[in-house]
Structures are given as C-alpha cells and as structure tokens.
C-alpha cells in the first residue's frame, strides 16, 4: 500500500457526506502531524479534489469528485434501471424520491429526482445518511442480516430529537419493515422531513437497493397512493433487474 495514497483516501473519508474539518481536527483523526496532513490536503485541493471554504481554515470536499462520482454512477446497474420509474414516481407523488445503496455501513443517495414543482432544490446525489435514521437505510438493514450486526454494533449517532438511537429498538422496528415491505422515518434524519422506502431487488432476489418518496413532514403520514405508487416504482426496478419476485424474501440469517 502506498503510504501517501492511503493518507489521501482516508482524509477524502472524514470529510464525506457534510463535513467540515481544518487541518488541526483532520491531524487528530489520523494521528499525523499537522504539517503532512497539510501537506496531502494542499494536493488534494489543487485537484479539486478538496476545496476550503471562503471563511475560515476548514476543507470540504471539492467539485471534482462529483465528476468522478457521476462516472461511476453510470455504470450502476440498478441506477440505470431506476432513473425512469423515479422519475415516474416523483410525477405522481408530487415529491422528490432517492435511490440508496449500503456504503461502509450508511446509505449513498446514487440517485436523487428533484420534486416536479419547479422550485430550488440542492442535489443530493453523493449524500450519505446513516442507515438508523432513515427510511432507505432501514429498508438495506431489514434485509441484510450481517450489515444489521455491523451497523448496529457501533454508537448511533441521534441526528435529531426523533432519532431512534437504541439499537435493540431499531431491531425490532426491522420486522415490520420486512412484513411490510416498506420502512418508515418522520424527522429521524432531518426536522421537517420525512420518507419512506421499498426494497430494490436484483436478478438472484437479493436486495441490493432501496427507492424512497421523501416529502415535508406537514404532509406525514404518506397517503395510500403515495404508498401504492412506491410499491410500484420499487417492483418495476426490480423487474428490470431481472428479480423473480416481489416483494423479497427474508433475508438469512448472519453467519
């Protein structure tokens, strides 16, 4: 392994998601002198790979890494499958709807279709959330038995007043999400936001994905339409897929 390289990745993984760090706080995290991690960040950000933000010393991530990130979301399968239901989903639901994959135990949005209102909207392609507050991850938990002990081995991070942060109760919440086939959030993961989610399926019935409407939380709970038109969305991915069924089979047990 190359030590520098390594150095880089691990700086690139600290400031994922929403994060801001200066050089002293990313020093810390790795145990380096603040001087290398200097060093590596300056290179970093002459890539655009790192930028600093116009006030104050602290970094976050850079432009370029968009690009590399949309030429990796393109060879995804199941997001190339997706995009076209979403967009479906987002016109007859009135809401914005993600696509989530399982990333080093939190959820990537790999695909995010603004609501159809017209009005401004960040894009939250590349955003990660952990998979305890949110609907997407609950969904990838429910059916993936040794991702559940993984991620609910470690401290869950309470990201609001409603976020559920005992892992014995976000285990038990797991069975209804596969009864249902649907996992539910109200302001776990943001105040004033709430989403809800289906299983993605691939070609082998495995679950490799997962479709959420997300909505405001004046307009909690989803409506039966709401909810049907997800159904929908999420078993036409999956067919595209190639899945045999919908929706999945329970998962097997850890081993």
């Given at each position: 392994m190359i030590q520098s390289i390594d150095r880089a990745a691990k700086i690139l993984a600290l400031l994922q998601g929403s994060r801001r760090m200066g050089i002293s706080?990313?020093?810390?995290?790795?145990?380096?002198?603040?001087s290398t991690v200097h060093g590596i960040v300056?290179?970093?950000q002459a890539h655009g790979l790192v930028?600093?933000?116009?006030?104050?010393?602290?970094?976050v991530l850079g432009p370029a890494l968009l690009k590399l990130?949309?030429?990796?979301?393109?060879t995804l399968d199941v997001r190339a499958r997706a995009m076209r239901w979403m967009h479906e989903l987002s016109s007859r639901t009135g809401f914005a709807t993600r696509l989530g994959a399982e990333l080093f135990g939190e959820v990537i949005v790999i695909h995010h279709d603004r609501r159809p209102d017209g009005t401004e909207q960040m894009p939250e392609t590349g955003l990660t959330i952990p998979s305890h507050a949110s609907a997407l991850g609950k969904v990838l938990l429910a059916y993936d038995a040794a991702h559940a002990t993984d991620a609910l081995s470690r401290p869950l991070a309470a990201l609001t007043a409603d976020t559920v942060t005992d892992p014995d109760r976000v285990r038990e919440g797991l069975e209804e999400v596969r009864r249902q086939a649907l996992g539910f959030e109200n302001e776990e993961a943001v105040i004033g936001e709430s989403s809800v989610?289906?299983?993605?399926?691939?070609?082998?019935?495995?679950?490799v994905a997962a479709v959420a409407v997300v909505?405001?939380?004046?307009?909690?709970?989803?409506?039966?339409?709401?909810?049907?038109?997800?159904?929908d969305a999420a078993?036409?991915?999956?067919?595209?897929?190639?899945?045999?069924?919908?929706?999945?089979?329970?998962?097997?047990?850890?081993?």
């Amino acid at each position: 392994m190359i030590q520098s390289i390594d150095r880089a990745a691990k700086i690139l993984a600290l400031l994922q998601g929403s994060r801001r760090m200066g050089i002293s706080e990313l020093a810390a995290a790795l145990d380096l002198p603040p001087s290398t991690v200097h060093g590596i960040v300056k290179s970093l950000q002459a890539h655009g790979l790192v930028a600093q933000q116009p006030s104050g010393n602290r970094y976050v991530l850079g432009p370029a890494l968009l690009k590399l990130s949309s030429v990796y979301l393109d060879t995804l399968d199941v997001r190339a499958r997706a995009m076209r239901w979403m967009h479906e989903l987002s016109s007859r639901t009135g809401f914005a709807t993600r696509l989530g994959a399982e990333l080093f135990g939190e959820v990537i949005v790999i695909h995010h279709d603004r609501r159809p209102d017209g009005t401004e909207q960040m894009p939250e392609t590349g955003l990660t959330i952990p998979s305890h507050a949110s609907a997407l991850g609950k969904v990838l938990l429910a059916y993936d038995a040794a991702h559940a002990t993984d991620a609910l081995s470690r401290p869950l991070a309470a990201l609001t007043a409603d976020t559920v942060t005992d892992p014995d109760r976000v285990r038990e919440g797991l069975e209804e999400v596969r009864r249902q086939a649907l996992g539910f959030e109200n302001e776990e993961a943001v105040i004033g936001e709430s989403s809800v989610a289906a299983p993605i399926c691939a070609e082998d019935g495995e679950v490799v994905a997962a479709v959420a409407v997300v909505m405001p939380s004046n307009e909690w709970p989803p409506t039966d339409a709401v909810v049907g038109a997800l159904r929908d969305a999420a078993r036409s991915i999956s067919r595209d897929l190639g899945a045999p069924t919908w929706p999945p089979r329970p998962p097997a047990p850890a081993g």
